[in-house]
């Protein structure tokens, strides 16, 4: 049995993903991920997956480019010869286009949750409207779409990456296994989600202060930010790690303190507390870290409270520039305290 799967967005959304893929795995005989290019180097990383296959979704990336027919024949041709599939969508996204490209690809079965009629599209439709599936968590309402397909949860829904990771103790300066800094990861892909820089810079010494070796984290784009927030007391490894390093750097970390996005998810993959800077745009219950020691900071019930915005709608960012480095010091010694 050949399945697909489907996480067509960025790179927490895949990671989300991964127990029910390995719930899939368990059963087939050959899996692979469909992903765009925002989630490829997550989807690289997920125990289970024997095929990464990547295209860019019009219907689904937030950048999107014109629908190309040209594509939509490429889409079809990397499906072809696929028994059963099943796409993984959050609740603002419908699977049925390309339900749609699957039918023509020839996939004879497909599942998925829809809110909307799918007709012939879907073989198995879970409505999102059901009792007891309002706001479940990205990865529970991946793992009730798998069950309902007929494979059934692992015995540990935790998120998982593949291993063995690097050694980053040339960067980190802590030997693999001994957990003896902190992370601060102050970018986001979404500017409504990230903490303001000059709360995360005040941060740094604080945690610095309190005992705490800090290493600040980033990626290339993001070298300047990372060098203002770790001063002259952090460490900047900004621009300096594969997806695959940083998962390492995460994993030696005692503590990691994130906003809402993809390396917050990185941190739960690899088993570290997170404090998470978390934004109401979106829902804490569906996006929060999982699986992992957390302690969400951020007004929850701020005026942007559920408008999925990805530029703050709100004049001075309320919801997050609230919490200050004194607030950040407190949840990482209350994790550390948790993980003792």
């Not at 899996?31 to 765009?36: D, I, K, W």
């Not at 390492?248 to 906003?259: D, E, I, N, P, T």
Request: overall charge neutral; charged content about 20%; aromatic content about 4%.
């Amino acid at each position: 049995m050949r399945v697909l799967l489907a996480r067509m967005d960025s790179l927490g959304d895949v990671l989300l993903a991964g127990p029910a893929v390995r719930a899939v795995a368990a059963r087939a005989d050959e899996v692979a991920l469909l992903c765009g290019p925002r989630g490829r180097a997550a989807a690289d990383l997920l125990p289970g997956v024997d095929r990464v296959l990547e295209w860019c979704a019009p219907w689904i990336d937030p950048d999107p480019g014109p629908v190309d027919p040209a594509e939509i024949a490429r889409l079809a041709r990397m499906a072809a010869g696929y028994d059963r599939a099943l796409i993984f969508t959050s609740f603002h996204q419908s699977p049925l286009p390309l339900a749609l490209v699957l039918r023509m690809a020839g996939v004879g079965w497909i599942g998925g949750i829809s809110a909307d009629y799918p007709g012939s599209l879907l073989d198995l439709r879970l409505r999102p409207d059901e009792p007891g599936r309002g706001d479940l968590p990205e990865t529970e309402r991946m793992l009730a779409l798998a069950a309902a397909a007929g494979f059934p949860s692992p015995a540990d829904t935790r998120l998982r990456v593949r291993e063995p990771l690097p050694d980053m103790s040339a960067l980190t300066g802590s030997p693999p296994g001994e957990r003896g800094y902190v992370v601060v990861h102050p970018g986001t892909s979404v500017p409504a989600r990230a903490w303001p820089a000059e709360r995360c810079a005040e941060a740094v010494p604080l945690l610095v202060g309190a005992g705490h070796r800090v290493l600040v984290t980033g990626h290339h784009q993001e070298k300047d930010l990372t060098a203002r927030v770790a001063g002259d007391t952090g460490v900047d490894l900004g621009g300096r790690t594969s997806l695959a390093e940083l998962a390492a750097v995460l994993a030696g970390a005692r503590v990691v303190v994130a906003g809402n996005t993809g390396p917050a998810h990185l941190a739960a993959a690899v088993g570290t507390p997170v404090v998470s800077l978390f934004a109401p745009t979106v829902p804490a219950a569906r996006w929060a870290p999982y699986g992992v020691p957390t302690v969400l900071l951020g007004d929850q019930d701020a005026p942007c409270k559920g408008t999925r915005a990805r530029v703050c709608p709100v004049p001075g960012h309320p919801c997050l520039s609230s919490v200050t480095g004194r607030h950040v010091v407190a949840a990482v010694e209350r994790l550390m305290g948790v993980a003792a």
